[in-house]
């Protein structure tokens, strides 16, 4: 799977780029027909203490899932999306067993 991570308005981290690589392998475990992944991090300059933004694209063959987490630091805000990703990604490989079993 490729991974594409970009920071807006930011420069990321070489860290914080390979954090997001290290975690963006654990949904290839899960769901081997996933294409391609882009992360994007953002910063929302309001005065939340929760202002670090973690948007996660996953494309799979047929349709994206995408998740959008907020928190105090982006490796936190990316921990959030992959999780949520990792069950939106069991869902869909369940759903495609379900619609290949009734053909």
Do not use: C, W
């Not at 391609?36 to 929760?50: G, P, R, T």
């Not at 990792?86 to 009734?102: G, Y």
């Amino acid at each position: 799977m490729v991974v594409e991570v970009r920071a807006i308005q930011f420069k990321a981290s070489d860290r914080l780029v390979a954090f997001a690589h290290q975690r963006l392998e654990r949904i290839d475990q899960v769901y081997r027909r996933a294409v391609h992944a882009s992360v994007h991090f953002k910063v929302d300059n309001n005065h939340l203490a929760e202002n670090k933004i973690a948007e996660v694209t996953l494309h799979i063959p047929g349709e994206d899932l995408v998740v959008h987490k907020e928190a105090k630091t982006f490796e936190k805000a990316l921990i959030m999306a992959v999780d949520r990703l990792r069950r939106l990604a069991r869902e869909a490989k369940a759903k495609t067993k379900k619609l290949r079993r009734a053909k």
